[in-house]
């Protein structure tokens, strides 16, 4: 087997690790699914899962990554010398494939957003002008999938020439950057008439709101914005040294990200009350609310451009990674054939996000399962494959690896004491895999026919 390619720098691996899990997830989705969902309840579930099972999942993938030195699939053949369990692995590549078909649609729509912006035609729209506008931007098929293909041509040309690990650099200035854009917007916002009412929504839980689809978006939510379940973070792990500090690092990535996602809640639901607006608009709510929030500021043209910008990054370092395990796993980490690879693999993913791509626009009124095709591709992806995933590896972790090797890994590198590591392994051998079924059975409305059982 080829060497296993290491990273530049220890923070190098947070970066990108940090570059995976902060993109659209915390930014674009957080908001309207806790809009959706019932705002300040799912905002708390959403956190409890996040600490709860996010938590020992991410250090779960990073100690079997690191342990196993291997491709996201193998790892799990050779840490278990049963290459069935490779299974987990090719359901994490198989999903990762299907997440980067419609998260490209959305990483062209922030491209499409930016051009217009800097065409001029952005600047002076009344709220609702800015809604109809996204509207008819996202319905054109033409520039919608030109965009979307622009969007994996970038993520192809970084990664076919495994440069996305010189990105370090570029993070260690675009996160911060994005950290103060948003501080600024949610001042802004926080300033806006009416602006109390939707920080109320975001903070004020109101648990009558919760349905058991809601606690599933937000089951999928943690482990969505988290990069979780699909063997990402195993395979950024799988380039570190021992020296790296693993508790450190998973729990810096885990509180950059609860962060990013509340100044995005603080930053739009402001917006959404004080505008009038549906908090339950879906995937086009920040495109809409964002640019009346900026419009209104000095320089809010400018600002809105860094911020696009800084998105865009946000979103491309996280695409980064959904390629990266298809092709580790395809190339078995042979470089000769990484060119290649990305190359194929990166325009399937495109021709497979087509039909995302259009669902907004000529193919509106295709409906499966009740759900557009983007939604359905979106659903089963967030809520049903990523969850499964996770539940695999926390089985798998916790039941196939022997739990003093885990500890003597996680060890190396960090002084973690012993109680910590035995709260992640309880967490992760009885806690994540119950929580995961009882919110599959709840969602798959079961629950009510499995308590009837037990009376
Ligand atoms: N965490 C990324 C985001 O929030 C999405 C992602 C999921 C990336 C799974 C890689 C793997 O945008």
New binding site residues.
């Given amino acids: 087997m080829a060497q296993q390619e290491q990273w530049k720098s220890k923070i190098g691996f947070v970066l990108a690790a940090a570059g995976?899990?902060?993109?659209?997830?915390?930014?674009?989705?957080f908001p309207y699914v806790a809009g959706t969902g019932g705002g300040g309840a799912f905002l708390l579930l959403f956190l409890a899962f996040t600490l709860v099972l996010g938590m020992p999942l991410l250090l779960g993938e990073f100690m079997i990554g690191r342990m196993g030195q291997s491709n996201p699939i193998q790892t799990y053949g050779k840490l278990s010398s049963n290459l069935k369990w490779n299974v987990i692995g090719k359901l994490g590549v198989f999903?990762?494939f299907l997440?980067l078909s419609f998260?490209s649609v959305v990483g062209g729509w922030i491209i499409l957003y930016i051009i217009k912006l800097l065409s001029g035609g952005l600047a002076g729209l009344t709220q609702d002008q800015y809604g109809e506008l996204f509207g008819d931007i996202i319905s054109n098929p033409y520039s919608t999938i030109g965009a979307q293909f622009v969007f994996m041509l970038i993520t192809i040309l970084v990664v076919a020439k495994g440069v996305q690990k010189g990105i370090e650099l570029a993070s260690k200035v675009m996160m911060p950057a994005l950290l103060v854009l948003f501080l600024l917007l949610v001042i802004r916002s926080l300033s806006l008439d009416g602006a109390m009412e939707g920080v109320k929504f975001l903070l004020v839980p109101d648990f009558s709101k919760l349905t058991s689809e809601s606690i599933l978006f937000a089951l999928g939510q943690a482990?969505?914005?988290?990069?979780?379940?699909?063997s990402?973070m195993l395979t950024y792990a799988s380039y570190l040294p021992k020296t790296q500090n693993l508790p450190q690092s998973a729990i810096s990535i885990i509180i950059l990200?609860i962060v990013i996602a509340l100044l995005a809640g603080l930053a739009i639901f402001p917006g959404v009350f004080s505008f009038g607006m549906e908090p339950n608009a879906g995937p086009v709510l920040i495109f809409s609310v964002l640019p009346a929030v900026f419009a209104n500021m000095p320089f809010g043209m400018l600002f809105f451009l860094a911020f696009l910008l800084l998105f865009l990054f946000?979103?491309f370092t996280?695409?980064f990674?959904?390629i990266e395990?298809i092709v580790a796993a395809v190339t078995k980490n042979d470089a000769s054939k990484r060119k290649k690879s990305t190359w194929v693999i990166g325009m399937l993913i495109f021709i497979v996000g087509v039909p995302s791509c259009l669902s907004y626009g000529v193919l509106a009124d295709v409906h499966i399962f009740n759900k557009t095709i983007f939604d359905l591709m979106d659903y089963a992806v967030s809520n049903i494959l990523?969850p499964l995933g996770a539940l695999l590896i926390a089985i798998f972790v916790s039941r196939k690896i022997p739990k003093g090797d885990l500890f003597a890994e996680l060890k190396q590198g960090s002084n973690v004491g012993y109680a910590f590591f035995s709260i992640c392994y309880f967490l992760l051998k009885y806690i994540v895999p119950i929580a995961i079924i009882v919110v599959f059975l709840d969602a798959a409305g079961l629950s009510d026919w499995i308590i009837a059982l037990f009376k």
């Fill in positions: 995976s899990a902060i993109g659209l997830g915390a930014i674009w989705k999903t990762s997440l998260y482990f969505f914005t988290l990069s979780l379940g699909v990402v990200n946000a979103a996280s695409a990674s959904m395990i990523m």
